[in-house]
């Protein structure tokens, strides 16, 4: 695969994660408005219960990620269906002048 396949791999993805991720900043934020009533606490602020900001963290955490990793799963699969090619491994770009 070309440097310029890897390249718009990057985009693509980059754009794909982009949206992965505020998508599912928002959906957690709903979740967790729904679950709990309140809005999510500022896990930084030393008023904030600890047990509380662990909960908001890992509840965002796990959303984010399975949310980036479902979609970066299609992504590659959207992108064999249109290159015939895998998809080139993130992050692997090299550019040599």
């Given at each position: 695969?070309?440097?310029?396949?890897?390249?718009?791999?990057n985009i693509y993805?980059?754009?794909?994660?982009?949206v992965a991720t505020v998508v599912a900043q928002k959906a957690v934020t709903a979740a967790w408005e729904l679950a709990t009533g309140d809005q999510p606490p500022e896990?930084?602020?030393p008023d904030v219960p600890l047990r509380r900001a662990l909960t908001w963290a890992i509840?965002?955490?796990v959303?984010?990620?399975l949310t980036q990793l479902l979609l970066n799963r299609?992504?590659?699969?959207?992108?064999?269906?249109?290159?015939g090619a895998k998809a080139p491994a993130f992050g692997k770009t090299?550019?040599?002048?």
């Open positions: 695969m070309n440097t310029s396949q890897r390249l718009l791999w993805a980059g754009a794909v994660a982009t896990p930084n602020d509840a965002s955490g959303g984010i990620g299609f992504a590659a699969k959207r992108w064999f269906q249109a290159m090299r550019v040599t002048i």
